[in-house]
C-alpha cells in the first residue's frame, strides 16, 4: 500500500515559479513510476509529467521547457518545478504512482495551483 501526499500549491501571480511536493509511504516507491497530473474545473484530468523508476522523463506539450519532474528515492518525494507560470495551469495538480500489477497505482489528493494573470 502506497500513500500520496501532495504539498506546495498555492496562489502565485504569471511568471512566477512554484516547487510541489508529494511524499510517498512504502517500500515500493522507487521502483514505480511518478507522474503529476491536473485537472482544471470543468476540463477531465490531464498528464502533466512523468519519471520512470531510473529517472527517465516525460511532459506534456504544454509545459516543456517550463515544468521540471524530479525524484529522491532516499525520501520518497518527487518533485514538479513550474517556473514561467501561466493562468492556463490553474487546476488542481495530483500525484501518480505506479508500477507492476492493476492494483499498484495511486493517487494522492492534490493540492490547488492558482496561477492570477
Known amino acids: 500500500q502506497v500513500q500520496l501526499v501532495e504539498s506546495g500549491g498555492g496562489l502565485v501571480q504569471a511568471g512566477g515559479s512554484l516547487r510541489l511536493s508529494c511524499g510517498a509511504s512504502?517500500?515500493?516507491?522507487?521502483?514505480?513510476?511518478m507522474g503529476w497530473y491536473r485537472q482544471a474545473p470543468g476540463k477531465q484530468r490531464e498528464f502533466v509529467a512523468g519519471?520512470?523508476?531510473?529517472?527517465?522523463?516525460s511532459y506534456a506539450d504544454s509545459v516543456k521547457g517550463r515544468f521540471t519532474i524530479s525524484r529522491d528515492n532516499t525520501k520518497n518525494t518527487v518533485y514538479l518545478q513550474m517556473n514561467s507560470l501561466k493562468p492556463e495551469d490553474t487546476a488542481v495538480y495530483y500525484c501518480?504512482?505506479?508500477?507492476?500489477?492493476?492494483?499498484?497505482?495511486?493517487w494522492g489528493q492534490g493540492t490547488q495551483v492558482t496561477v492570477s494573470s
Open positions: 501518480r504512482s505506479w508500477g507492476l500489477g492493476s492494483e499498484n497505482d495511486y
Open positions: 512504502g517500500s515500493i516507491f522507487s521502483r514505480n513510476a
Open positions: 519519471i520512470s523508476s531510473t529517472g527517465g522523463t
